[in-house]
């Protein structure tokens, strides 16, 4: 299920901004970008995140600044001496004359330790960027919930028109056996009658039994009526039910299937359209419903 949540959070020199956008996918995935130093947070975020949603892609955007602090920066004094000692001794080999200036030195790589560089640890902040991550999943959670409320309307609606058509069905059901009767009665007769030869009860009867037993959809359409029960019942349950809602779609699809192929009637085969139409709007719905 889509949905967007942001929280900011700033406290003693510290700013954390955390963005979260959740799109559908059948399975859990997490993409973290985030401000230098803190991708190594990214298995503390997502074990966060898993308890709180289940399914879908999340992608979750993380910056921090942290206001610079005087002991964030100090000197390196055995770099810095090292590179006194070597630069000193270079000055006498070639013979330039005078000192080497601190101002120099300061300059040359890992003289100076910046605390807020690349390695530093950054497992102190956590509990603030911990605290921020959870305000922008209620607010994630909060749209979710909306969209959710709106899904289940619509996932209502396609039921109740599944099980119209399926009354429908039952109705037309009776008339498809009394159909072919009356078309085979008629092929007979005229072959029959090319032939002069008569109709034999017994044979006749025997084709229609074979007929209605291939053509009989009664208990396909009792069971696609129970799946859509199941469906309604799904929808209006507390618990997260997606991958619940996910094999019952299945299921329908294997029901309308089945009734399309041996209804062997142009008005019913019609309606199981409308029926595997219906479906297969509910299977896109619910594809991140958790």
Known sequence: MTGYGEA?????????????????????????RSSEGYSSLEAEIESVLRGLIKRGTIQVTLDVYRDPRPEDFQLNLAALEIYRTQLEELCRRWGVPGGISPDKLVLLPGVVRDAEGPGRDVTADWPVVKETLEAAVRHLEKMRQDEGAAMAVALRQYARQIAA???EIRKRAPFVLESYRARLEERLKRSMGEMHAAVETADLARELTLFS???DISEEVVRLSSHVDQLLALVDSPETSGRKLEFLTQEMFREANTIGSKANDVEISRRIIEVKTDIERVREMIQNIE
């Open 8 to 32: 900011h959070t700033e406290r003693e020199g510290l700013r954390v901004g955390v963005e979260l956008r959740t799109v559908n996918n059948r399975y859990f995935k997490l993409t973290l």
């Open 165 to 167: 058509q399926l009354v």
């Open 213 to 215: 037993d291939r053509s």
